[in-house]
DNA sequence: CCTATACATTTGTATATACAACAGTTGTAT
DNA sequence: ATACAACTGTTGTATATACAAATGTATAGG
């Protein structure tokens, strides 16, 4: 597949534009079958995001500042989009008693066994996704993304 | 720079997760240093990848399909992008005659004036971002991208 | 012709995200 | 103690995007 089939234009376009440009059509490639594969639990990335934070923490509550640090995607807003993962009864938040500037964020045993099922389909989207590439193949990867700034 | 330390997670990544997470990360420097340099412009990646779109027809009126077609990163609604570069002049929209669903999709002269600006400033940018990789690293990216599907 | 269907765009509505102003809490220096 | 600045999160508002229903137009079949 080629990009500028894919774009529609009869000019070659240079490296670097081409690059980028190749970029981000393989990003929407990516975002649309992770995100396709969270459809049904009703999740957003973002939010199973949050979800994966709050398990590694392992009974340990989370702050907001927390999460925020540790999302792949940084966002301005994680007040509102906890606030939707409260609603599905996924995490809980409490007000800390030692600091109460700041919360307390936990996954619930619901929120627990959902990630559990997405887990599965996510990997499976990986595998979609990636089903051509070698292990050496991402690895090469892997040291070309350490190149961008 | 390491994608366990920016994500702050302690445990290693597999690698497949690691290659999706590093490419969304990368994916937000990379459209975070486009879009900043359209900043100044008052106009979103898409505005201006429809801008280019239309000077690439060379006077040819571009339909919103068309348009739809081209763009790097489609989106359900082109009618409303359109609105906003017509608020601000950069092209002109008529009913088409031949066939009046249609519609004509024009690039203004002062679109065109704008539009080589910011190609000097997107110029920068693709510099700016891309600076530690070689000609060979960038044909070597174009060619594992086309490995995803 | 008339009707049904497909087409191209627009509009309504819900959801998502960005950015800045705001409010409450804490720590520190006088 | 008091005042002030820094910290943490929340809220308001504007803008962006997704998805589906609605509008107006063209085309094909009877």
Redesign the pocket.
Known sequence: MNVEDIIKTEKEIPLKSRTLIHFLLVNNTITEALSTALKPYGV????FNVLRILRGQNEKPA????L?ERMV????????????LLLKGYVE?KV?P??????EIRITKEGLLILEKMDISMSEAEDDVLQNLSDQEMEQLNILFNKFE
């Open positions: 957003s990335l973002q939010q702050s907001l500042a927390t925020n995607t940084k966002m301005s807003n994680t007040t509102r989009l906890v606030d939707k938040r800390c030692s600091n109460r500037r700041k919360v």
